[in-house]
């Protein structure tokens, strides 16, 4: 497998993961999926293969003593641009399934910060802390029957 055809299997790999929190976050088999760690292993994988296979003697010191410039040439490599490509892919789901579980375990909407982490995760994450200041704020006791249930009896045990 070529590096492009890696690139573009990981692409297509996390597309479920941000379907299944945007438009079904409510369905049980979406919330059983993101509390796995698998999706995260398997591109880090990814990840791992094209960081090792990126690594020359050069990229190596640009990343021991990152400098603008330096950073800028090692990304001008198809395999550096990839493993950075695909260090965003991995570290942007893994912001928006903690934004979504967040919002399952409290009742804050965040669909719009799980739509806005795929795209620039963030500005996802940005939005995320501020709904939910804003509904601490105006919405003190907004929390869903599940989250208020699911507190008491996390803090029974």
């Given at each position: 497998?070529?590096?492009?055809?890696?690139?573009?299997?990981?692409?297509?790999?996390?597309?479920?993961?941000?379907?299944?929190?945007?438009?079904?976050?409510?369905?049980?088999?979406?919330?059983?999926?993101?509390?796995?760690?698998?999706?995260?292993?398997?591109?880090?994988?990814?990840?791992?293969?094209?960081?090792?296979?990126?690594?020359?003697?050069?990229?190596?010191?640009?990343?021991?003593?990152?400098?603008?410039?330096?950073?800028?040439?090692?990304?001008?490599?198809?395999?550096?641009?990839?493993?950075?490509?695909?260090?965003?892919?991995?570290?942007?789901?893994?912001?928006?399934r903690w934004i979504y579980l967040e919002g399952q375990k409290t009742g804050?909407?965040?669909?719009?910060?799980?739509?806005?982490?795929?795209?620039?995760?963030?500005?996802?994450l940005l939005s995320h802390i501020l709904t939910y200041w804003i509904s601490k704020a105006f919405?003190?006791?907004?929390?869903?029957?599940?989250?208020?249930?699911?507190?008491?009896?996390?803090?029974?045990?």
């Amino acid at each position: 497998m070529n590096i492009s055809q890696l690139f573009d299997i990981a692409n297509i790999f996390v597309l479920p993961f941000w379907v299944l929190m945007i438009f079904l976050p409510k369905w049980k088999f979406t919330r059983r999926v993101m509390e796995s760690y698998l999706p995260f292993v398997v591109l880090a994988g990814a990840y791992l293969y094209l960081f090792v296979n990126s690594i020359t003697p050069e990229n190596a010191a640009a990343l021991s003593n990152p400098q603008l410039a330096d950073i800028a040439r090692f990304f001008g490599d198809e395999t550096a641009a990839a493993t950075g490509w695909i260090h965003f892919l991995v570290m942007d789901l893994f912001v928006g399934r903690w934004i979504y579980l967040e919002g399952q375990k409290t009742g804050i909407w965040t669909i719009h910060s799980i739509a806005l982490c795929l795209f620039a995760g963030p500005l996802g994450l940005l939005s995320h802390i501020l709904t939910y200041w804003i509904s601490k704020a105006f919405f003190p006791n907004s929390q869903t029957s599940e989250a208020v249930v699911e507190e008491v009896v996390s803090s029974s045990s």
